[in-house]
């Protein structure tokens, strides 16, 4: 079960923190990422963590702007979001997929979605 939290309406320029809490059996085997989806378009990732939690991916759009992290003792995996853009306006969900340690980071076939939580940025 993934339950996120932390969207909402700010302003271009501002910050947030996404976190997403997560319970289920073994759930340091889960490779966690964040999705987004802008009003017409499609559900597009934006950036995963390995179960190890040092490795990390980005989609170039974001890349410098948002962090993922996770904290396992926590069972919760944050994206921190600096800069915020009007085209950051989504609905952003969470994802986890079961993972061996020594596979990739995926960015694809997740296992288990969150509900989502609307971050809209206005101008």
């Known amino acids: 079960q993934l339950q996120a939290s932390g969207g909402g309406l700010v302003q271009s320029g501002d910050s947030l923190r996404l976190s997403c809490a997560y319970s289920g059996p073994s759930t340091s085997r889960y490779g966690m990422g964040w999705f987004r989806q802008a009003p017409g378009k499609e559900r597009e990732i934006v950036a995963a963590i390995h179960r190890n939690g040092a490795s990390t991916f980005y989609a170039d759009s974001v890349k410098g702007r948002f962090t993922i992290s996770r904290d396992n003792t926590k069972n919760t995996v944050y994206l921190h979001i600096n800069s915020l853009k009007p085209e950051d306006t989504a609905v952003y969900y969470c994802?986890?997929?079961?993972?061996?340690?020594?596979?990739?980071?995926?960015?694809?076939?997740?296992?288990?979605w969150g509900q989502g939580t609307l971050v809209t940025v206005s101008s």
């Open positions: 994802a986890a997929k079961h993972m061996i340690l020594t596979a990739p980071i995926s960015t694809t076939s997740y296992d288990y």
